[in-house]
């Protein structure tokens, strides 16, 4: 059983950076999966970016490769999203998820999620 808690989020800038945290309760697996994925008023929740806890593995979104970056401290169990060049569009919720069947780019795929946190670009 997992639990997440995301941190970071606030109000910014449009070109600025933030770094995203997501707080994992316990030992997580070396085959889990955590992922990024956000969530805008009225949208569907998509897929930021996706990290293998065991062998570190990364899976980034093509619309947001270059600008995001998933990383991970396994000894603090914490996942890190490194955003910079922020836009408006990337406005939205942003929420941790784990994957006990491993690295995924769908929503379906996560067993666990954290209650998100909330970033704003403004322009």
């Known amino acids: 059983q997992v639990q997440l808690a995301e941190s970071g989020g606030g109000l910014v800038q449009a070109g600025n950076s933030l770094r995203l945290s997501c707080a994992a309760s316990g030992r997580i697996l070396s085959s889990y999966g955590m992922g990024w994925f956000r969530q805008a008023p009225g949208k569907e929740r998509e897929f930021v970016a996706a990290i293998s806890w065991g062998s570190g593995g990364t899976y980034h979104a093509d619309s947001m490769k270059g600008r995001f970056t998933i990383s991970k401290d396994n000894v603090k169990n914490i996942v890190y999203l490194q955003m910079s060049g922020l836009k408006p569009e990337d406005t939205a919720v942003y929420l941790c998820?784990?994957?006990?069947?491993?690295?995924?780019?769908?929503?379906?795929?996560?067993?666990?999620w954290g209650q998100g946190t909330q970033v704003t670009v403004s322009s």
């Open positions: 998820g784990a994957a006990v069947r491993g690295v995924a780019g769908t929503v379906d795929f996560y067993d666990y």
